[in-house]
């Protein structure tokens, strides 16, 4: 199983939030420090605002927080929103996809058995469980931002 770089990101983003211990930090900051694109990640924060993840203010001293604490935020829950359009195979899409085996096939069912084992194994795992290490995480963002810093001067 594969997650999208969409989803990848959703999660940096998050992750990085909670580090930050309710410290406002920018979607170009964020971007910055783990170079990914902006632009991109604006996408994905824009998102986590839509979805209530993420709480975010505009122009001078804005930048984002989360909305929710981390032992609020299913793991499984932010995955199944985030990778809703996206299937493991072609058959498990909304539409059914077009390989031609599809009305014969043993084969979805069991695939969509293990991808929904797999959201499941996730939907017990919290954002408080990823950051459990938080020390470590933060120390790690800390390094990042000093190396932005000194790159951007």
Known sequence: ?????????????LIHLAAADGKRETARQIADMQGVSFAHLAKVSQWLAAEGYVDGTRGRGGGMVLARTPKDI????LL??????SA???????????????PA?????????????????????TLADVIA???????????????TECNTH
């Open 1 to 13: 199983m594969q997650i999208t770089k969409f989803s990848d990101f959703a999660l940096r983003v």
């Open 74 to 77: 299913s793991i499984g829950a």
């Open 80 to 85: 199944r929103k985030s990778e809703a359009g």
């Open 88 to 102: 493991l195979v072609e058959c498990l899409r909304a539409d059914g996809g077009t390989c031609p085996l599809t």
């Open 105 to 125: 096939c043993g084969l979805t069912g069991i695939l969509a058995g293990a991808q929904e084992a797999f959201f499941a194994h996730l939907d017990d795992t």
């Open 133 to 147: 290490t938080r020390p470590a995480v933060l120390n790690l963002i800390t390094q990042m931002a000093r190396q």
